[in-house]
């Protein structure tokens, strides 16, 4: 199987019931030899909606698989559902090949987790923004939280300090708890940077799709930016590339989401708020390496380099130094707990 290639529903189907696949059947990192650190290791990633090469966070969990793969040692693989009826199916093809560690990205994965985890009980796994159910976290479960509320915040008060209208927009994906995290940070730093400032705030739906609907993304954005919105922050995956083309349009700016997006659109894409899901990947593999993994939540915040915004370097050139030092004071209180940001 070429890196990258998808698997369909029947594919991954058959592999589960035939189970004696090699290991290398799902190649896509390229599991090389591994070293004596992590020799033997075998990991698994499967990616959420979007799928790699999203420029986003799909992406950033698999930049820390791969770095995981050269500093660790680890095999690692990975599966691309060709749609979300095949989340569950993919991770059971992963945990029945027993392997070390199986990772699921994005919350949309929750149930489908805590369904396989607890018919594999001797497998690891771990849940990129899983979110627990009634039952709670498998004990074999590591669920990887992040405080995007403290992210959102920073680029929010960077919207605010940046706007010249006084008018800034938010374009969310699917509704829910999650999303609304990303909303309820950047409303306070928008507040904290210009308590004058208006948010015009609009979602693209309520199911998995609205993460992947670029031309809902981009209504979304022209509307604000006709209320007056002269800043744009979006948490919507790839409909977010949409957001990008309305303010690159409109001469508007725009703030990515998860990874560094500048590239997506240069000269609109001012800053990004990035969910460093390489980080809390890498380091969950490195605790199953070192024999040091527990089940149970993981949190990711500012005072953990878990969440972040693009500040530094030529993709930061359009942020004047002023601004970046008023944002960084602001960072800083959030660290110390001078500053508590609202998370709805």
């Keep these: 199987m070429p890196p990258g290639a998808r698997w369909t529903l029947a594919l991954v189907v058959l592999a589960v019931v035939a189970t004696f696949l090699p290991a290398r059947a799902a190649e896509g990192v390229g599991a090389r030899a591994a070293t004596a650190h992590g020799g033997g290791v075998r990991i698994g990633l499967v990616f959420d909606v979007g799928g790699r090469g999203d420029k986003s966070f799909n992406d950033a969990a698999f930049l820390g698989m791969s770095r995981a793969e050269r500093e660790l040692g680890v095999e690692a693989s990975y599966l691309e559902p060709s749609s979300t009826e095949d989340r569950?199916?993919?991770l059971r093809l992963f945990a029945a090949r027993g392997l070390d560690l199986v990772i699921g990205v994005g919350f949309i994965f929750s149930s489908d987790i805590d369904a396989v985890a607890r018919a594999y009980p001797d497998v690891r796994f771990a849940g990129v923004d899983y979110f627990a159910g009634p039952n709670g976290v498998p004990p074999n479960v590591a669920a990887l939280a992040f405080r995007e509320e403290e992210g959102s915040f920073l680029v929010g008060a960077l919207a605010g300090f940046m706007s010249k209208s006084k008018h800034v927009g938010f374009v969310g994906g699917m509704t829910g708890p999650l999303i609304r995290k990303f909303e309820a940070g950047y409303i306070a730093g928008v507040s904290a940077g210009c308590p004058d400032c208006v948010v015009h705030a609009a979602y693209?739906?309520?199911?998995?799709d609205a993460f992947r609907d670029p031309a809902k993304g981009k209504a979304l954005a022209n509307a604000q930016i006709a209320a007056g919105s002269d800043v744009i922050y979006h948490a919507?995956?790839?409909?977010?590339?949409g957001v990008f083309e309305a303010a690159a349009d409109a001469k508007k700016l725009a703030i990515g989401v998860d990874a560094d997006q500048y590239d997506e659109m240069p000269g609109t894409v001012v800053s990004s708020m990035i969910k460093r899901a390489d980080v809390a990947v890498f380091d969950t593999i490195r605790d199953v390496v070192e024999g040091r993994f527990t089940g149970g939540t993981k949190v990711f915040g500012l005072a953990d380099d878990g969440v972040d915004y693009v500040h530094d370097g030529p993709h930061a050139a359009g942020i004047p130094d002023d601004v970046k030092r008023r944002v960084e004071a602001l960072r800083a209180d959030v660290v110390a707990g001078r500053v508590?940001?609202?998370s709805r």
């Design 204 to 208: 693209a739906g309520t199911t998995p």
């Design 88 to 90: 569950e199916a993919a």
């Design 340 to 342: 508590i940001v609202p």
């Design 236 to 241: 919507s995956g790839a409909t977010g590339h």
